[in-house]
């Protein structure tokens, strides 16, 4: 494996050093992989699915030609570890893990075959690859990674009118920012929701039989976590009012009925089944009585429930909301900054001396939302927006009828992008592994989403193009 420079130890602005614009042959191919979010500590590591991508991984190593793999940030989540055994570092004990040992063997076997790069561009939840030297070196000592960068920018030989360019996206948004990957002090906001909040949390463990605060890591998106608690303690009581109230009530009654029917057929022989409560009326009277306070009861508190529900979401408008540009995590506000960078002079923030006009497919993540759209310049030349998605189960709001909490329902979103060329053109695809996620869900919950429970992926679904695009070869 071919030995980098290391990154610079302090860096003080991200963008002070000039982006590296390399040459593919025409034959390459590149695959952007973001989001995995691998590793953390027992309980709180989020990424499920080490099968599926040590197949992907064994599927690029096959390829014929050359391949580059670009790790496009949050490879690892080194937010979810504490502190790491002694004698290693965050990487060190994740590559270790039992459940990783194929994925990162596939991973090395890629890196190690002829004509294959693996470049890792720092996110915000694996920052510390860029300023721990000793993380570097575990990395490129397990023969795993080539080469760190703070960008990835490239040209095909034959089309060098078409430049394609990376970076993980999380400089696009302002409550993830990193002024300075060179200090492990500089830790942006979302740091620290993450280490002294959702960290926290996930500790609580399991509340109730499908009330686990372990999942609150998997909440999609975050902003909708308050949500996600108050609709799993509102599933769940109506679920047990439900099942402690309701069917026992509705058992008690049938039994009643029945008896009231043998009594009556002993004592007066032919007698329709509807009118044999006649034969015990003040059972019927009691049980009239129960039922109308469990009605009354249930009714009281879904109305109180909705009221401090609505109560406290227009509390929350009330306060000012910020610019639309300065509001944390919101996947469009990041679109539309990333297409303003492309039809303008300015640099992408990772990639100095780079101007957004020329870049022709600028790739990120960060956001987990996979997407790919196209652009017009007011020359008439195009581009292509990809977002490489994740590699997560996230838990996602589905509304309910009548006004109820949204129910959370989980789904696999398993991604990444490819760029290559072919014939006359610079292609860009969106590739999706799907793959069914278990679910959970209570009889009330399944009740209230009645005919919009999102349709499941069929068990060994093959990988899939979900969105493509194409660049002619001159501009």
């Known amino acids: 494996m071919e030995e980098r420079p290391e990154p610079e130890a302090i860096i003080r602005d991200t963008a002070s050093l000039p982006a590296r614009v390399r040459t593919l042959p025409s034959d390459a191919l590149v695959v952007f992989l973001s989001d995995t979010h691998i590793g953390g500590d027992p309980g709180r590591d989020i990424f499920e699915s080490p099968e599926e991508l040590t197949m992907l991984l064994e599927e690029l190593a096959a390829h014929d030609g050359p391949v580059d793999l670009v790790l496009a940030g949050d490879f690892f989540d080194f937010l979810q570890i504490g502190e790491a055994p002694s004698g290693e570092n965050r990487a060190s004990a994740t590559i270790s893990r039992p459940e990783y040992r194929g994925l990162f063997s596939a991973l090395r076997s890629f890196a190690g075959g002829e004509d294959r790069r693996v470049v890792y561009l720092p996110g915000n939840h694996d920052a510390e690859v860029w300023w721990n030297g000793e993380i570097r070196r575990t990395l490129r000592g397990e023969g795993l990674v080539d080469e760190f960068a703070f960008s990835y920018a490239a040209r095909f030989e034959s089309v060098p009118d078409r430049l394609v360019y990376c970076e993980h996206g999380n400089q696009f948004d302002p409550a993830n920012t990193i002024k300075d990957y060179g200090d492990p002090l500089d830790t942006p906001f979302g740091d620290h929701v993450v280490t002294d909040v959702v960290r926290r949390v996930v500790t609580g463990g399991r509340i109730t039989r499908s009330f686990d605060l372990?999942?609150?890591?998997?909440?999609?998106?975050?902003?909708?976590?308050?949500?996600?608690?108050?609709?799993?303690?509102?599933?769940?009581?109506?679920?047990?009012?439900?099942?402690?109230?309701?069917?026992?009530?509705?058992?008690?009654?049938?039994?009643?009925?029945?008896?009231?029917?043998?009594?009556?057929?002993?004592?007066?022989?032919?007698?329709?089944?509807?009118?044999?409560?006649?034969?015990?009326?003040?059972?019927?009277?009691v049980f009239g009585e129960i039922a109308w306070d469990a009605l009354l009861l249930a009714t009281v508190f879904v109305l109180f429930f909705l009221a401090i529900r609505r109560t406290a979401a227009r509390l929350g408008s009330s306060f000012t909301a910020p610019p639309a540009e300065e509001r944390p995590g919101e996947v469009r506000d990041s679109v539309e900054k990333t297409r303003t960078v492309l039809l303008s002079e300015v640099h992408p923030p990772m990639g100095r001396g780079i101007r957004g006009r020329e870049i022709d497919v600028f790739v990120s993540g960060h956001t987990h939302v996979p997407s790919l759209s196209e652009l017009r310049r007011e020359n008439g030349s195009g581009a292509v927006v990809v977002n490489s998605g994740c590699w997560l189960r996230q838990l996602r709001p589905i509304p309910a009828r009548l006004g109820g909490p949204p129910v959370f329902v989980p789904k696999f979103v398993q991604t990444h992008a490819r760029v290559y060329l072919q014939d006359t053109e610079v292609r860009a695809e969106l590739w999706e592994h799907p793959k069914p996620a278990p679910r959970r869900l209570r009889p009330v919950e399944r009740l209230a989403i009645l005919g919009r429970l999102p349709e499941q992926p069929d068990t060994g679904a093959k990988p899939r193009i979900s969105a493509r695009a194409g660049l002619s070869k001159s501009r």
Request: aromatic fraction near 14%.
């Open 214 to 285: 372990r999942e609150v890591n998997k909440v999609f998106p975050l902003a909708t976590i308050p949500e996600w608690i108050a609709g799993r303690v509102f599933y769940d009581l109506l679920g047990r009012m439900a099942t402690r109230l309701l069917l026992p009530l509705l058992a008690g009654y049938a039994v009643y009925r029945i008896l009231a029917y043998l009594l009556a057929v002993s004592s007066e022989g032919s007698l329709s089944f509807w009118k044999s409560y006649r034969t015990l009326p003040g059972v019927q009277v």
